[in-house]
């Protein structure tokens, strides 16, 4: 019989879909916020369209950053233990 071969990422591997999926939900939500949203939230809170668009972008950054130091924190746990 033929023995099952099994596949595991490495760490590259790793780090390159988790820091792509975070940006994908980075982007996506910053999008929906900036096409959809940001009218209505815009006259709630009485904001300028380019304050609001720079506050979308800030908040993207900082949650992409945080999502990834949190991603690579697992990472680096699960391979020293």
């Known amino acids: 019989m033929l023995a099952e ?3 595991t990422f490495g760490i590259r591997k790793k780090m390159v879909v988790g820091i792509c999926s975070v940006a994908a939900v980075t982007y996506a939500t910053s999008a929906l916020f900036i096409f959809y949203l940001s009218d ?3 006259e ?8 609001f668009l720079i506050a979308a972008f800030v908040l993207g950054i900082l949650w992409c ?3 990834g130091a ?3 924190k697992k990472t680096i746990i699960r391979f020293t233990v």
């Open 70 to 72: 949190n991603n690579l």
């Open 40 to 42: 209505l939230i815009g």
């Open 5 to 7: 071969r099994r596949y």
């Open 44 to 51: 709630i809170l009485g904001m300028n369209p380019v304050t």
């Open 65 to 67: 950053g945080i999502l």
